[in-house]
Nanobody, 127 residues
Framework: QLQLVESGGGAVQPGGSLRLSCAAS????????IGWFRQAPGKEREGVSC????????YYADSVKGRFTISRDNAKNTMYLQMNSLKPEDTGVYYC????????????????????WGKGTLVTVSS
């Protein structure tokens, strides 16, 4: 069964850190471009970061550059988003996603092409 399952969300104070995980099952994550997205309350979903297949090109939204890091662990078939120096505006539901139709796919700067999604994990940054 094809599945993406996020974990690691929670409540944290400004300046704190969280690491989100997204475990893939039913397919080999390394073959595909991956991405993290978020949706803040009352706002549209936005791309946060993406990585091409085989740990290729990465992109980050300007709002998270220098604070967030995307990675993958092929042995665990899992992708991660390390989030440091969190701000209240980072609050939202975070989703992992995969471009499941393109083996060897490349991440795109507009974050398009992701067509297989996890159900999301909530991150709340508040004092």
């Amino acid at each position: 069964q094809l599945q993406l399952v996020e974990s690691g969300g929670g409540a944290v104070q400004p300046g704190g850190s969280l690491r989100l995980s997204c475990a893939a099952s039913g397919f080999i994550l390394d073959y595909y471009a991956i991405g993290w997205f978020r949706q803040a309350p009352g706002k549209e979903r936005e791309g946060v970061s993406c990585m091409s297949s085989s740990e290729g090109t990465t992109y980050y939204a300007d709002s998270v550059k220098g604070r967030f890091t995307i990675s993958r662990d092929n042995a665990k078939n899992t992708m991660y988003l390390q989030m440091n120096s969190l701000k209240p505006e980072d609050t939202g539901v975070y989703y992992c996603a995969v471009d499941g139709t393109t083996i060897g796919g490349q991440c795109r700067s507009d974050y398009s092409g992701m067509d297989f999604w996890g159900k999301g994990t909530l991150v709340t940054v508040s004092s």
